[in-house]
Nanobody, 121 residues
Framework: QVQLVESGGGSVQAGGSLRLSCAASGGTDYRTYMGWFRQVPGKEREGVAAIDLWGVTIYANSVKGRFTISNDNAKNTLYLQMKSLTPEDTAMYYC???????????????WGQGTQVTVSS
């Protein structure tokens, strides 16, 4: 079992920054691949960024150059640094973990409860 707890969401004006955190515990094997996803009501969950145990990253085109995913293995914490935010980034953000390399597909086994990000114009 893997427990994931997101934090760091909030309200910010367009052009601002936020850093999301995801504290992970349990199931080390299932934390080989981790990712950040977002979802707005009525839409499918969208992959934002993913990282593996070796630090290889992948980003959705919509966030390349603005978002950075990182993993502090010593602190068992996954981060998503978000810059130059726009209203289109408004969503519930979730972190996810698995031992399979799902990259940006929402097929991960373990999910956090989400943290809301709201960007106003």
């Amino acid at each position: 079992q893997v427990q994931l707890v997101e934090s760091g969401g909030g309200s910010v004006q367009a052009g601002g920054s936020l850093r999301l955190s995801c504290a992970a515990s349990g199931g080390t094997d299932y934390r080989t691949y981790m990712g950040w996803f977002r979802q707005v009501p009525g839409k499918e969950r969208e992959g934002v960024a993913a990282i593996d145990l070796w630090g290889v990253t992948i980003y959705a085109n919509s966030v390349k150059g603005r978002f950075t995913i990182s993993n502090d293995n010593a602190k068992n914490t996954l981060y998503l640094q978000m810059k130059s935010l726009t209203p289109e980034d408004t969503a519930m953000y979730y972190c996810a973990a698995d031992r399979r390399d799902w990259q940006l597909l929402p097929e991960y086994t373990y999910w956090g409860q989400g943290t809301q990000v709201t960007v106003s114009s």
